[in-house]
């Protein structure tokens, strides 16, 4: 099982973008699930954090540009950024703490990460 982020893209100040990330195969379980990013030369850094009851989680510097959302139904994860500015530009990742069953009905636990995606913001 993996995570498929999509969404990303190329923007002006100012613009919009929804970011969307789901696994690729059947799961059990989906717990806490989250987006990161990294900027070219730094660290990886939170975003935002989601639980499966709602309870959400931002990057202080963040809040009130972007929200977290997941739609359990369809086991998908998704972010709105509003107002986006260049420092905003980085790959974002996804994550999400997945349970499944393998073929053989034996349960995996993981922390699963997805591709990424590439956000670019113009001045």
């Known amino acids: 099982v993996q995570l498929q982020a999509s969404g990303g893209g190329s923007v002006q100040t100012g613009g919009s973008l929804k970011l969307s990330c789901a696994p690729s195969?059947?799961?059990?379980?989906?717990?806490?699930m989250g987006w990161y990013r990294q900027a070219p030369g730094k660290q990886r850094e939170l975003v935002a954090t989601?639980?499966?009851?709602?309870?959400?989680n931002y990057a202080e510097s963040l809040k009130g540009r972007f929200t977290i959302s997941r739609d359990n139904s369809k086991n998908t994860l998704y972010l709105q950024m509003n107002s986006l500015k260049p420092e905003d530009t980085a790959v974002y990742f996804c994550?999400?703490?997945?349970?499944?069953?393998?073929?053989?009905?034996?349960?995996?636990?993981?922390?699963?990460w997805g591709q990424g995606t590439q956000v670019t913001v113009s001045s």
């Open positions: 989601v639980t499966s009851g709602g309870r959400t």
């Open positions: 195969g059947r799961v059990s379980r989906i717990d806490n």
């Open positions: 994550n999400a703490d997945i349970l499944y069953y393998t073929a053989r009905d034996e349960p995996v636990a993981l922390k699963a």
